[in-house]
């Protein structure tokens, strides 16, 4: 077995070095190439926290939302998560919450269809060929998915040089992995670099989404959370168009301060 740590942007986490005109600290990716080709990969689906007690529009409505927030381990904002439930709820959807230990690969392969909205409040990077990989919280162990780590589709990867190492995922974990079709939906990433990588954007519209958000550097999970929140507001209850909410957004919030990154939106081609 051949062992290589790659070295690839931080998720959200502070650093003494800016992106751009300041150089941020990096975040590690460990790539492992697993000589074995068979694996017996279980059915288990990861079940899910529902937060609809609330909705009066639940039973009327079809409109599905999902939260996957593997950060809720390590750096959970329930203040955020409240108001985006109640923004959403108010909006018509039903809103379902992946969260903490729950983010898993078996639970991302095994994500149901039919969402309009997907948000991923989840630590990203890229690795040495500017592939973006979003972490899941899944304990990185050399032994399980051995298929999908000889293929590539998966890496092991730290948030930073103390953490623990989690499963992370690429374009080709979408493509061939998952199972979810999306119905005109957006698609909203939140960690760092998520609209760097073109490839993962493609493979979520050749599922069915029609538009993805990501930063174009390095950002804050403070700032995401914030910008996150009221671009939600901006299209859901002013029920701006998305280019305008961009860009009221954009205006009223401004770049991270610290990183001076900026939301990007890719369209899916027609």
């Known amino acids: 077995m051949s062992y290589d740590r790659s070295v690839g942007t931080t998720a959200m986490q502070k650093s003494h070095k800016k992106r751009r005109k300041k150089q941020s600290f990096k975040k590690y990716v460990a790539i492992t190439f697993v000589a074995f080709l068979a694996l017996a990969v279980s059915n288990y689906v990861v079940p899910k926290l529902t937060i609809n007690e609330n909705n009066p529009h ?23 998560t409240e108001e985006l439930v109640k923004d959403l709820h108010e909006a018509g959807f039903k809103v379902d919450i992946y969260r903490g230990k729950d983010v898993t690969i078996e639970s991302l392969k095994n994500l149901p269809s039919g969402y309009k909205l997907l948000i991923l409040r989840m630590h990203s990077a890229l690795d040495k060929n500017n ?6 919280s899944e304990p990185y162990k050399k032994e399980k998915y051995t298929q999908e780590q000889y ?18 995922v690429n374009w080709g974990f979408v493509k061939r992995c998952m199972t979810t079709k999306f119905n005109k939906a957006l698609v909203i990433t939140m960690g760092c670099h998520g609209a760097y990588d073109p490839s993962i954007s ?3 519209f050749k599922r ?3 538009a993805y958000i990501g930063w174009d550097g390095d950002v804050s999970l403070f700032h995401s959370d914030k910008v996150t929140l009221y671009l939600i507001q901006t299209l859901y209850t002013e029920k701006l168009t998305l280019e305008q ?20 939106c890719y369209y899916a081609q027609t």
Do not use: H, W
């Open 58 to 80: 639940q039973g009327i409505s079809e409109l599905k939302a999902a939260l996957i927030d593997p950060l809720y381990v390590t750096e959970p904002n329930q203040a955020f």
């Open 131 to 136: 592939e973006l990989y979003l972490f899941t």
């Open 151 to 168: 293929f590539r589709l998966i890496k092991e990867a730290y948030a930073t040089n103390e953490s623990q190492s989690v499963f992370a």
């Open 202 to 204: 493609d493979e979520f």
């Open 245 to 264: 909410a961009i860009e009221k957004t954009t205006e009223q919030i401004g770049p991270d301060s610290f990183y001076d990154s900026m939301l990007k």
């Open 208 to 210: 069915g989404a029609t």
